[in-house]
């Protein structure tokens, strides 16, 4: 059963779900919250940008083939990705799970702010990672604080015997 807004600030009172940092109201939708960026970008390499080598998949992790920088804003070329973050850090129980969407006044202006990391697994206590690309046929400009994404939450009808903080791999550390 997906969370209504009603059901969302629930959840936020009693601290079942918990974002850092805490949440304003306007960020709450309908059945949705609003996530904002973060000033940190990670962008390809030169060795990996525009290259017309092979990236093999299962060597290669993306911490290898690219850069942080921390800037308030960033502008992205057309077709150009670039991983962000989101400012709020998101813990979620094991009995609830979150998907994250794109926010259609900016998909209408070419942007995808997520290609298909969309789970938000139950347990997380983490800062969610986008993958940013700019479809449109002009470049961008993206800011930290931007509300660029928004996150859907769902009761599962178990909790899991997996919570991520606990058993996944690599977004435990964001």
Do not use: C
Not at 17 to 46: C, E, N
Not at 120 to 139: K, R, T, W
């Amino acid at each position: 059963m997906l969370l209504s807004d009603k059901d969302l600030r629930h959840e936020i009172a009693r601290r079942h779900i918990v974002f850092t940092p805490t949440l304003k109201a306007s960020q709450i939708g309908g059945a949705s919250v609003d996530l904002t960026l973060a000033g940190r970008f990670w962008i390809f390499k030169t060795g990996y940008a525009n290259s017309h080598r092979p990236v093999d998949l299962d060597k290669v992790t993306f911490v290898q083939a690219t850069t942080e920088l921390k800037r308030e804003s960033i502008v992205l070329a057309p077709g150009q990705i670039v991983l962000g973050i989101t400012k709020e850090k998101i813990r979620l129980p094991s009995d609830i799970m979150g998907r994250l969407e794109g926010r259609s006044r900016y998909a209408r202006m070419g942007l995808a702010v997520h290609i298909t990391s969309a789970l938000v697994q139950p347990g997380s206590d983490n800062h969610q990672v986008l993958e940013i690309v700019n479809f449109a046929p002009f470049p961008v400009k993206i800011s930290e604080g931007m509300r660029i994404s928004q996150v859907v939450f769902e009761y599962m009808k178990s909790p899991t015997s997996k919570p991520y903080a606990k058993y996944g791999k690599v977004a435990r550390r964001q």
